[in-house]
C-alpha cells in the first residue's frame, strides 16, 4: 500500500471536519460529535505518521504529482511529525475541554469550523515543504485564531485582537517580501531546492539580508524579545479552551518555522545569525519571567511564561549542537502539552473558584484537592521539577550549553527556571493554599466537571510519561535533530537523484 | 523602470510604516493596506519586468524557446492579493466593532489589557 498519501490526512481531516461542521452549524450536538471524534481520529493520523516516519524516514508528498522542485510537496521529517501529533493532541484535548465549556452562543457562531480551520493551518505549516506554501498555511491558521479571539465581543477581547492582528499582519508582510527576495535571488519556492541554490551563490550578503528578513517575521509570531508584546496583550481574553489551544500552538509555529529556515536555509553565516538568536533567546527568557512576576492574574502569569519558554527553545536553536537541537525539539514536545494544560486548569480555576484574579481566588486546595494535584504536575514541570518532563528539557538544554560554553545563556536559564518556580508557587500559595477571601461565598454547586477533570488528568499524565519514560521520546527528538543538522537528508528525499 | 519601481516600493513600505505608527486605528488599516501592496509590487519587482513575451508554449512542442515571462510570480502575488483582501476585510470589520464597543478610534485609549 503507498503510504505516501498519509503525509497529508492530518491536513485534509480537519480541513474536511471543518467542512462538515459548517453544514451543521446549528446542530449542536452533531457539531461536538464532530469535534471530539474527528480530532481523536486526526490524532490517530498523526501518530501513525509519526510512527510511519520513525520507520522508514522522511515522506515526501509530491502534490498534483509535479515534480518536486516545480511543485508543492508535502514533507514530514521527524520535526514535522513529532509537531503535528503535538497540534492533535493539543486539538483532541481543546476538543473535549470544550464540550462543556463554550456556549452555545459561540457554537452557533462557527467555533467549532473555526477550530478545525485552525489545526489544519497549523499542520499545514508542519508538513509543507514550499516557503509560500508556508506563508499561505501561516494566513490560514491566523485567520481562524483572529476570530476566535474576538468569540465574544468583549472590549478586552477587541483591544487585544487589535494588538494582535496588527502586529501578526505586520510580520505576514515582513515574510513575504523576504519570500519575494529569495524568489528574486534564487528563483525557487522550494525549500530544499532554496537550500541547495543559496549555498552555491558566490555573494552571500544579500542571504544574510533574507535571513534577517525571516527572523524577524519568525521571531513576532513566536513572541521572541523584543517583538512580544502582543502576546500578553491578547492571550488573556477569549475563550479558556480558545486560549489554551493558542498558548499550545500558534507561537511554536513560529519557532518551528525558525527551527526549519536556520537549519535548512540559513546555514552558512551561523556566527552571525545564532548569534543573535543566542542573545534573543536570553533576553526572552529573561523579560518573560520577570513579566510574570510582576502579574496577578492567572492566565497573564501563564501568557508571560510562554515568551519565557519560547526563549529556552530559541536558545536550543542558537547553540546549533546536536545536543542542543535534541534539548530544543524535547523542549518544544514537553512545553505544548504542560501550557496548554496550564490554561485548561487556569479555566477549572474560573468555574471552581469564581474568578481569575489570585486575590479573589482561594481555598482551592482544601474544597478542591484533585485540582490541586492537576496543577501542581503541569506547574512543576513547567518550571523544571524532576522526574516530570520539563526537568529532562530544561536539564539537556543546559548541559548543551555548558558544553557550547555559552556561559550567560546556562546562568539565565538556570535562574529563569527558579523564577518560574516562584510564579507557579504565587499561583499555588493564593490560589489553592490561603483561605477563602470570602467565607465560602454562595458558588453555585460545580456539576459535571467530570469531563474537564479528564481531560487535564490526561494532559498531566502525558507531561508524568515524557518524564518516567523519558528515553523512548529523547531517541525521537535525537533523530529529529540528526535530521535537522544534516539537512542533505532532507533535501535529498525532496528533490531525489535529479538534482539539477 | 525597475530602478523606479524601487523607489515606489521603498515609498510604499515607509508610508506603510508611518500610518501603522499614527494613533487611530482607520490609519492603521490604511497602513496595513499600503504594507501588502508594497509586499506584492516587490515580488512583482524581482521577479523580472518583462514585456510581450508571454511565456506561452507553440503548439506540438514541449518546452519554450527563447525568453519568457515568469508566470510564477504572478500566481504568487495573485495568492496573496487574494489573501491579503480577506484578511484586510477582517480587519476592517475589526476596528468598527472595536470602535463600537471602546467608543473610541485612538490607539492609545486602548490600553485596557497590557
Given at each position: ?352 473558584g ?6 479573589k481566588l482561594g481555598g482551592l ?65 493564593e490560589a489553592?493554599?490561603k483561605a477563602s477571601p ?63 | ?114
Open positions: 500500500m503507498d503510504l505516501e498519501v498519509l503525509v497529508a490526512l492530518p491536513i485534509i481531516i480537519p480541513l474536511l471536519l471543518g467542512a462538515l461542521s459548517l453544514t451543521v452549524l446549528s446542530n449542536h450536538s452533531a457539531q461536538r460529535w464532530l469535534g471530539a471524534i474527528g480530532t481523536a481520529l486526526l490524532l490517530i493520523c498523526s501518530v501513525w505518521l509519526l510512527l510511519h516516519t520513525r520507520e522508514v524516514g522522511i515522506q515526501v508528498l509530491e502534490v498534483g504529482s509535479w515534480p518536486a522542485p516545480f511543485g508543492i510537496v508535502l514533507v514530514s521529517d521527524m520535526l514535522g511529525a513529532i509537531m503535528v501529533v503535538l497540534a492533535s493532541i493539543t486539538g483532541f484535548a481543546t476538543a473535549l475541554y470544550s464540550l462543556k465549556t463554550v456556549r452555545k452562543r459561540f457554537e452557533r457562531f462557527g467555533y467549532y469550523p473555526l477550530l478545525h480551520l485552525l489545526l489544519a493551518g497549523v499542520n499545514g505549516a508542519f508538513l509543507t515543504g514550499d516557503i509560500f506554501n508556508l506563508y499561505v498555511w501561516f494566513e490560514v491558521l491566523l485567520v481562524a485564531s483572529f476570530a476566535l479571539l474576538i468569540l465574544g465581543g468583549e472590549r478586552a477581547q477587541m483591544e487585544g485582537a487589535i494588538k494582535y492582528v496588527t502586529l501578526n499582519l505586520l510580520s505576514s508582510a515582513l515574510f513575504l517580501t523576504a519570500i519575494g527576495l529569495t524568489y528574486g535571488l534564487v528563483g525557487t519556492l522550494n525549500m530544499a531546492d532554496i537550500a541547495v541554490k543559496m549555498a552555491s551563490l558566490e555573494d552571500q550578503k544579500m542571504v544574510t539580508v533574507i535571513a534577517s528578513l525571516f527572523l524577524i517575521a519568525f521571531a513576532i509570531k513566536a513572541a521572541a524579545f523584543p517583538l512580544f508584546f502582543w502576546l500578553p496583550a491578547s492571550y488573556h481574553t477569549p475563550q479558556v479552551a480558545v486560549s489554551a489551544i493558542f498558548a499550545g500552538l500558534l507561537t511554536k509555529v513560529g519557532v518551528y518555522a525558525l527551527y526549519r529556515v536556520f537549519t535548512l536555509i540559513f546555514t552558512a553565516d551561523t556566527g552571525f545569525t545564532h548569534e543573535i538568536l543566542l542573545w534573543i533567546a536570553i533576553f526572552t527568557m529573561l523579560t518573560g519571567v520577570l513579566g510574570a512576576a510582576a502579574q496577578f492574574e492567572v492566565r497573564r502569569i501563564l501568557s508571560f511564561h510562554i515568551i519565557s519558554q519560547i526563549g529556552y527553545m530559541i536558545l536550543g536553536l542558537a547553540l546549533f549542537t546536536p545536543l542542543a537541537l535534541i534539548g530544543g525539539v524535547f523542549y518544544i514536545m514537553h512545553h505544548i502539552i504542560v501550557k496548554a494544560n496550564l490554561f485548561l486548569v487556569a479555566g477549572l480555576m474560573y468555574r471552581l469564581g474568578s481569575f484574579e489570585l486575590k486546595y482544601r474544597n478542591h484537592p484533585g485540582l490541586a494535584v492537576l496543577f501542581l504536575i503541569p506547574a512543576l514541570s513547567l518550571a523544571g521539577v524532576p522526574p516530570l518532563s520539563g526537568f529532562f528539557a530544561k536539564f539537556i538544554l543546559i548541559k548543551a550549553g555548558v558544553e557550547a560554553g555559552a556561559w550567560w545563556a546556562v546562568g539565565i536559564a538556570l535562574l529563569v527556571g527558579l523564577l518560574t518556580l516562584f510564579s507557579m508557587i504565587k499561583i499555588w500559595n489553592f493554599w470570602e467565607p465560602n461565598p454562595a458558588v453555585p454547586a460545580p456539576t459535571r466537571n467530570a469531563l474537564l477533570y479528564w481531560t487535564i488528568g490526561l494532559l498531566a499524565a502525558m507531561t508524568v510519561c515524557i518524564g518516567l519514560f523519558a528515553q523512548p521520546i529523547y531517541q525521537m527528538a535525537e533523530m529529529a535533530a540528526a535530521q535537522l543538522l544534516n539537512p542533505a537528508g532532507y533535501i535529498e528525499a525532496v528533490l531525489g537523484g535529479t538534482t539539477p | 523602470m525597475t530602478t523606479l519601481m524601487a523607489i515606489l516600493i521603498g515609498t510604499f513600505y515607509a508610508a506603510a510604516i508611518y500610518m501603522m505608527l499614527r494613533r487611530s486605528v482607520v490609519k492603521l488599516v490604511i497602513g496595513l493596506i499600503l504594507l501588502s501592496n508594497a509586499a506584492n509590487l516587490l515580488i512583482f519587482t524581482v521577479a523580472g519586468m518583462d514585456r510581450g513575451i508571454p511565456p506561452l508554449i507553440p503548439k506540438g512542442e514541449l518546452l519554450i524557446e527563447g525568453p519568457a515571462a515568469d508566470p510564477l510570480a504572478q500566481a504568487v502575488i495573485l495568492t496573496s492579493i487574494v489573501i491579503g483582501f480577506g484578511v484586510l476585510a477582517f480587519a476592517v470589520v475589526l476596528i468598527h466593532r472595536a470602535c463600537e464597543v471602546v467608543q473610541t478610534d485612538d490607539m492609545n485609549e486602548m490600553k485596557g489589557t497590557d
